[in-house]
């Protein structure tokens, strides 16, 4: 592409002049649609996402965290961790 004048140096440098207005338009549209379009949303599901805490609710008696799958394995292999 050919430009004449301060375009082609800006090009060169990476200069994002019309790129920055695309992208708050499109930000702006997003938002907007964000706003008024109704939506039913699990807020609950999303603070747990946002606090980063497991989607499937812990059993309070599971003392070591581990799932019953792992718990066997978990176990067997106990006394690996232990000195003697």
């Not at 430009?3 to 907007?32: F, Y």
């Not at 606090?51 to 019953?68: A, F, I, V």
């Amino acid at each position: 592409m050919i430009l004449g004048g301060n375009a082609a140096i800006d090009e060169a440098r990476g200069s994002t002049h019309m790129g920055r207005g695309r992208a708050k338009a499109k930000q702006t549209k997003v938002a907007r649609d964000l706003k008024y379009r109704s939506v039913n949303m699990d807020l609950e599901s999303l603070e747990r996402e946002l606090r980063g805490e497991n989607h499937q609710q812990e059993d309070p008696h599971d003392e070591d965290g581990l799932s019953d799958e792992y718990a066997d394995l978990a176990e067997k292999y106990a006394h690996y961790g232990e000195d003697d």
